[in-house]
């Protein structure tokens, strides 16, 4: 079982719709919590971190739910420039382990 | 520019050869990463530093792969005998350890290198 699991997708959606990602991890002492972008052919881009207490940051929501030890990320009003691939990251022991990520598709 | 940056961008080798990729980390980041991403996965763990000690590897670092750091500023990550397994995205990542909560520091990815094997 690999430690970061998140659906592969892809998700195709029109632009405007609200799309929800999840992912859980395995290992309970994993100590923090991301969500990165990765564009095609390009490097990961750190999107947001993840708290218990849940974030937002503009139209992008991340919550935590250590007891159930899953991590989703919300995107409203989706833009043709929110595709791209969204990987799942915790860190632990000093290094990211990252998901396979999900790749979202936002049609005109 | 001072982002992380990486060198070359891209090399094709033939099986067999050895190849060495350079990255350049954030000015003043003590730590320093290597990662492997292969395609449709996500990047997997190769090793890092601490200025210029080398604290883990993982094990997919077989004895072909070495990296160092020998001033505690770029690091180069060499790989001998290569592989066609070996083909993939090599990214370095820095961040700078700072106090508070472990692993709130962000990891700041280059362009990569992506190595192709034939």
């Known amino acids: 079982r690999k430690e970061v699991e998140q659906d592969p997708g892809p998700f195709n959606v029109p632009e405007g719709a609200t799309v929800a990602f999840n992912c859980t991890y395995s290992?309970?002492?994993?100590?923090?919590f991301f969500w990165y972008r990765q564009d095609c052919r390009k490097e990961p881009k750190l999107l947001m971190s993840v708290y218990s207490s849940g974030n937002e940051d503009g139209r992008f929501t991340a919550q935590l739910n250590r007891a159930s030890q899953y991590i989703s990320l919300l995107i409203r009003d989706s833009k043709l420039s929110d595709s791209a691939t969204y990987l799942c990251?915790?860190?632990?022991?000093?290094?990211?382990?990252f998901g396979t990520g999900t790749r979202l598709q936002v049609f005109p | 520019d001072t982002g992380v940056s990486q060198n070359p961008r891209h090399k094709i080798t033939k099986r067999g050869q050895n190849v060495t990729f350079r990255c350049d980390p954030i000015?003043?980041?003590?730590?320093l990463y290597w990662y492997r991403q292969t395609l449709g996965q996500g990047p997997e763990f190769l090793t890092y530093?601490?200025?210029?000690?080398?604290?883990?590897k993982s094990r997919l670092l077989s004895d072909r792969f070495s990296a160092e750091r020998p001033k505690g500023s770029f690091s180069t990550l060499e790989i001998q005998r290569t592989e066609q397994g070996d083909s993939a995205m090599y990214l370095c990542?820095?961040?700078?350890?700072?106090?508070?909560?472990?692993?709130?520091?962000?990891?700041?990815f280059g362009p990569g290198t992506r190595l192709l094997v034939l």
């Open positions: 530093f601490q200025n210029e000690a080398q604290l883990e």
């Open positions: 990251v915790v860190y632990n022991t000093d290094k990211l382990i």
């Open positions: 990542a820095s961040s700078r350890t700072k106090g508070g909560l472990a692993g709130s520091e962000t990891q700041y």
């Open positions: 000015s003043e980041h003590n730590r």
């Open positions: 290992n309970s002492a994993s100590q923090s």
